[in-house]
């Protein structure tokens, strides 16, 4: 029955029945989390041969005869680019592999924009009286982040089931000269597992920015991470940019932090070799070299795209189950009460939820009180205001499948009573 | 004899047998290098059994429990910060533990403050019309270059046997409210091997600059880099600062390039928690947390400063003989012509060479003609202009030492060419 439907008598009897089993589950004193995109421990340890690659009996020259454990080779050693051109689809010639953290190359990346302009600026960017980026929400906080922190202004574009509003991207990008940027995350798309359209990423190939020096930020974190053997599928940007002649609009990203370790993994940028020209300039005055050791762990480690996949494989076949369960009991719970939707991701990390109207914080407030941290509300938005606190992004990955089934049952009676609160006030 | 002594003839003859015995291994067509402060393939070997520390049996939880192969601890893992606090004699909270790379937590303390300002900044730099350096010189060119490349103007102060000029740095700071910081190299330094005298490093703690967001940019780069029995010792400025209340006005810098692996090793920054909470805030929105499997490979190798200093023991002895072969060649060589002078460092990676004024750059060119690299002349001073065309930088480490011993005959060689024709010239 949806809650809608119910009479106050039978809301207020749903609503104690809930409490009652939400106040059982406080009673255990959980800390259980489901906040950030992190792997389980158990995902680590399918990865902890790696550590054995290299060891004191190796051969620590690359390919090209560099000696790996000494200073030197900026953008990567040759093997690195050529794997993860490989996994990008891109030239490695167009590759800046880099330290441990693709989250650095994203907000140096604006950082150099700052202090130095991209390719075709006329100044730096912090030199401007305003500075402005498109951010397609709910989207990656982070992104949003390193937007506040240098003072970039956001604006909201809403998500549609195939990637960003493009009418409005288009419009407002031709409009507006300081509109400098757009965050994507176009493949399983944080927090809502969309994979853009092939119309959208044409559209973004397309774009005519009034700023010469507007760039398209694709953080391709989850290229490879899929849940289903039916995987989703994404245009290569590059591939499309090429036929449109504006490949220099373009930073993509990713990195292996799911793939080997989150902690220890190799990050990755991919742009124009007009591009690349320009950042290796500026790049040489922060780094001699990135980890050419890691480099070359990951590459003996993973050999060719194919190793990734193959360990891709093995992260399905431990976060699948997750990523199951909660989709299961948010229908089995929820699925008759119309209080919740969501939609089932084939890949990438997350969950996102949409609650009734001003429900999000609540639940996520009785959610905290029962011992379960999720992402906070909002938090998947510019400035963290989620004009209709609405989207909760669960991330199921790190829990252990018992802790998991106890945080989503929390979470579905934080939902029910949330919701029941919110109909009976009305 | 003098080469200034001589008459017209002796310096002909003398040029000639120069150019005879140069122009002979110029036939060699040789490949030698003694541009860049590099370890030689021999180090790199001593720490090769630190691949062999974490493997895919070890325990990969770090002291407090964290497990080191996923995100988080930003400013690095408890027992990492605890290694450094004791290598610099500083506070563990007063630590950041970075990647690999001192040069670029040194390279993002300035562009951080060029976007957000330091602590006790009314505005971001980059929003001043005038940011200046002030560089002792000769100095480490990479220093020079991140403030050419950032547009902050640099002002050269002379460096003397015990340190900068002291009484210029103290005027200038004073006078110029957009002097904003100072590059040291306190020990050992790059490239004239001299460690700062105690006066120097409390005339330093006691600065009174003009600007209250003055930094003193303090590369600790060889703290432990010693090549005798007889080091040189350093006051520390953190406790010199403690008495003068005025912590706040230095970062340091130091890493374990020259003492793991240079493209591998592990990098820190020391400074006042004030600093350091104002840094983490920024540095969050950077990184989720940088390599911390390769800062436990660390601390589980050396486990203490005791480690450091037991591996530095094994440098020393490999790189001291290149040292002294080094010197050796120069005495024996140069030592009773007049045109050459140098101080015998006690540590670090470099030997700094004085030619006779307008010399150092035909120096390097007839090096480079023979086969041998060396660090472009002026390479040491801002903009890369040495006023008075003398000093060299040699670096020595790199090449094994049958090399060396033929790059330093042809750069004494090339010396005395290089003298005898700006004599005749007078």
Not at 183 to 200: A, F, H, L, R
Request: charged share 25%.
């Amino acid at each position: 029955m949806l809650l809608k439907e119910m009479n106050k008598a039978q809301l207020e009897e749903f609503k104690a029945e809930s409490e009652k089993a939400y106040e059982a589950y406080k009673a255990k004193g959980l800390k259980l989390n489901m906040a950030r995109g992190k792997p389980g421990a158990d995902q680590l340890d399918i990865t902890m041969d790696m550590l054995d690659t290299l060891n004191s009996k190796s051969d620590m020259k690359c390919e090209d005869g560099t000696d790996v454990r000494n200073y030197g080779v900026l953008t990567g050693i040759p093997e690195a680019k050529k794997l993860f051109a490989e996994m990008l689809g891109v030239d490695p010639e167009m590759i800046i592999v880099g330290g441990n953290a693709s989250l650095s190359l994203m907000y140096d990346s604006i950082a150099r924009a700052m202090t130095h302009g991209v390719l075709g600026s006329e100044k730096p960017w912090c030199k401007l009286d305003k500075v402005k980026f498109l951010c397609p929400a709910p989207g990656y906080d982070r992104h949003f982040g390193i937007c506040e922190n240098f003072g970039i202004e956001m604006i909201t574009v809403p998500m549609t089931p195939t990637g960003p509003d493009m009418d409005m991207v288009e419009k407002l990008v031709s409009e507006d000269e300081s509109i400098k940027g757009i965050w994507c995350v176009p493949m399983y798309s944080n927090p809502d597992g969309i994979t853009y359209s092939d119309e959208t990423v044409k559209r973004f190939a397309n774009l005519s920015p009034k700023a010469k020096d507007f760039r398209i930020f694709w953080d391709n974190a989850y290229c490879v991470h899929h849940l289903t053997d039916t995987p989703d599928t994404l245009l290569n940007i590059f591939d499309e940019c090429k036929k449109t002649g504006k490949e220099d609009m373009v930073f993509e990203f990713a990195s292996t932090s799911k793939i080997s370790f989150p902690g220890a993994g190799v990050a990755v940028m991919a742009a124009s070799k007009a591009n690349i020209a320009q950042i290796e300039k500026i790049l040489g005055m922060q780094y001699i070299s990135y980890d050419k050791i890691n480099q070359l762990r990951h590459v003996r480690y993973f050999k060719n795209l194919d190793g990734i996949k193959a360990k891709m494989e093995q992260h399905k076949k431990l976060i699948a189950p997750k990523f199951a369960l909660v989709l299961g009991s948010l229908e089995k719970e929820l699925g008759e009460l119309g209080v919740l939707t969501w939609h089932k991701p084939n890949g990438g990390y997350f969950i996102s939820v949409y609650t009734l109207n001003g429900c999000a914080k609540r639940v996520v407030e009785l959610c905290k009180e029962a011992g379960v941290v999720l992402t906070g509300a909002g938090a998947t938005y510019p400035y963290k205001k989620d004009p209709e606190d609405k989207n909760i992004r669960i991330a199921p990955t790190f829990p252990p499948l018992a802790e998991l089934e106890q945080a989503i049952d929390i979470f579905c009676l934080a939902v029910k009573i949330a919701s029941a609160e919110k109909l009976l006030a009305e």
